[in-house]
């Protein structure tokens, strides 16, 4: 699975950004078997994950982001995205999108969320 993120950006503390990842060449019965996540990784710290939705539609988020962000899948447009809400600086870094299913995945080239306080 190929995917593309976008949606980063610059934003000031309190404010939301919306990131989406897409699978172009993937068909869509694919693209619905796979579990969706984000993950993200700050400057010299390891890379996180931030929220995920498996292929029955069921998410899960890390507890920093809680209440905050919402990750959702749309099959039909073989596309998961990431709202994320009131931010804070330490919700700075790359973020990454990636697929699984089974032992199989791949990962999205990475978008900057840049949080100024």
């Known amino acids: 699975v190929q995917l593309q993120a976008s949606g980063g950006g610059l934003v000031k503390a309190g404010g939301s950004l919306r990131l989406s990842c897409i699978a172009p060449?993937?068909?869509?019965?694919?693209?619905?078997?796979?579990?969706m996540g984000w993950y993200r990784q700050a400057i010299g710290k390891q890379r996180e994950w931030v929220a995920g939705v498996t292929s029955s539609g069921m998410a899960n988020y890390t507890d920093s982001v809680k209440g905050r962000f919402t990750i959702s899948k749309d099959n039909s447009k073989k596309t998961v995205t990431l709202q994320m809400n009131v931010l804070r600086p330490d919700d700075t870094g790359v973020y990454y999108c990636n697929a699984k299913h089974g032992l199989t995945q791949s990962w999205g080239q990475g978008t900057q969320v840049t949080v100024s306080s």
């Open positions: 060449r993937t068909i869509t019965s694919v693209f619905w078997d796979h579990d």
